[in-house]
């Protein structure tokens, strides 16, 4: 069955750091790829996706995403996180025109 | 301004009781979706729909119900016989009439229910 694991639960940084978020998938195929964030007291909304072409892409303030299909993966980074990154992510994957599944999400702590 | 719309945005529930959440969606979109979201696991599917009149089960259909007899609206049930439904529940859509494909999804903001 198709599953994604975020293996990051909590991460705590400082302004400024660089970021990388874990996003592994199990699924063969052709796939599309979504990072969600959810601010806190807000909805989800997304940050990027990726469909096909070049596999890294660039999303919603100054995140980006780099899909390396051999090692089933879709890392989430920004090298430089501000106190209003402080939300939990989520990845996604859709494979096969199958239902969407989410991981477990990673909740991003910044420090000012 | 296009969106989708979740009433209301809390909700207590007596034990034994149904409850309906309501979800709106201004969007034109043809499917529409009904997540749990709990601490830890992520966002899990409990119905979908792809047109109206039509629906399925998601991975955790039981103890909940849906209808779909307009294409802005998917009202989601939880009935008695859901043994754990304190969590925050989340409405979305998405346009694509094949259901997930690589259109993304629009979420609402979410209505948390907790049991009296």
């Known amino acids: 069955a198709q599953s994604v694991s975020q293996h990051n639960h909590h991460v705590i940084l400082s302004e400024a750091a660089s970021l990388e978020l874990g996003c592994n998938y199990s699924y063969g195929g052709t796939v599309n790829l979504f990072w969600y964030v959810q601010y806190p007291g807000q909805h989800l909304q997304l940050l990027l996706k990726y469909f096909s072409g070049d596999p890294l892409v660039k999303g919603i303030k100054g995140f980006e995403a780099e899909f390396i299909k051999s090692k089933f993966s879709f890392n989430l980074r920004k090298p430089s996180v501000q106190w209003s990154d402080t939300a939990e992510y989520f990845c996604a994957v859709n494979a096969g025109f199958q239902k969407l599944v989410f991981g477990t999400g990673t909740r991003l702590l910044v420090s000012p | 301004d296009g969106g989708i719309t979740q009433s209301p945005k809390y909700l207590f529930r007596k034990e034994g009781q149904n409850v309906t959440l309501s979800c709106e969606q201004n969007l034109n979109h043809d499917a529409m979706y009904w997540y749990r979201q709990d601490p830890g696991q992520g966002l899990r599917l409990i119905y979908y729909s792809q047109i109206v009149n039509d629906f399925q089960k998601g991975d955790i259909a039981e103890g909940y119900s849906v209808s779909r007899e307009k294409k802005e609206s998917f009202p989601l049930t939880v009935t008695s016989a859901q043994k754990n439904p304190t969590a925050f529940y989340l409405c979305?859509?998405?346009?694509?009439?094949?259901?997930?494909?690589?259109?993304?999804?629009?979420f609402g903001d979410g209505t948390r229910l907790s049991i009296l």
């Open positions: 979305a859509s998405s346009p694509n009439k094949r259901g997930y494909s690589n259109q993304p999804q629009h």
